[in-house]
Structures are given as structure tokens and as C-alpha cells.
Nanobody
Framework: QVQLVESGGGLVQPGGSLRLSCAAS????????MGWYRQAPGKQRELVAA???????TYADSVKGRFTISRDNAQNTVYLQMNSLKPEDTAIYYC??????????????WGRGTQVTVSS
């Protein structure tokens, strides 16, 4: 069984920064794409940023220029550096990973989520 464990959420003032981390553990062959999604109260879950195994990145328009996604393949960890945070960034942030198991089948896994609150 694969687990994704997020860390780094919290309360920050507008204009501040946070860094989220998500580490994958368990038995698997490799991880293809990894990413971060978020869900604000009353809204649907949306993609924030994603990164392929080769490092190609994708960002939601709302976070371009403020957020940076990166990964450490050796540590099976994905990061989200969030700068210039705005109140509208407040949400639960979920880690996502496309895990290739030992028989080379791909399964999507999700973390439990970490709360990010931007407020003065």
C-alpha cells in the first residue's frame, strides 16, 4: 500500500509564503506525475500545479508566477513553494501521485490534505 503524507500547511498573512511537502512511502516501482490540488469550502477540487517525472510543470493561471512545484525523485517527494499568498488561496491542499506498482500498473493516490489559511 502506498501512502502520501503532506506537511507544511498553516496560517499565514497575505503576502506571506508557505512550503508544502508530500512524501510517498510504500512498495512501488516508480512515480510518474505528481501534483497539488486544492479545495476551498463550497468549491470543487482544482488543479494547482503538476510535474511530470521528467520535470515538466503545469500551473493553474491563478498561481502562475507565485507558486513553484518541484520534486525529488530519489526521495519520492513533491514540493509546492507558495509565495505572495492571497486570501483566495485559502483551501485544503491535496497531494496527488500517479504510482507505478511492481507489476507496472498505474494507480492514482491522494494524500489526506493539509489546510492552508491566508488571513490577517
Amino acid at each position: 500500500q502506498v501512502q502520501l503524507v503532506e506537511s507544511g500547511g498553516g496560517l499565514v498573512q497575505p503576502g506571506g509564503s508557505l512550503r508544502l511537502s508530500c512524501a510517498a512511502s510504500g512498495r512501488f516501482f516508480s512515480i510518474a506525475g505528481m501534483g497539488w490540488y486544492r479545495q476551498a469550502p463550497g468549491k470543487q477540487r482544482e488543479l494547482v500545479a503538476a510535474i511530470t517525472g521528467r520535470g515538466t510543470t503545469t500551473y493553474a493561471d491563478s498561481v502562475k508566477g507565485r507558486f513553484t512545484i518541484s520534486r525529488d525523485n530519489a526521495q519520492n517527494t513533491v514540493y509546492l513553494q507558495m509565495n505572495s499568498l492571497k486570501p483566495e488561496d485559502t483551501a485544503i491542499y491535496y497531494c496527488h501521485a500517479e504510482v507505478i506498482d511492481l507489476i507496472l500498473q498505474q494507480t492514482d493516490y491522494w494524500g489526506r490534505g493539509t489546510q492552508v489559511t491566508v488571513s490577517s
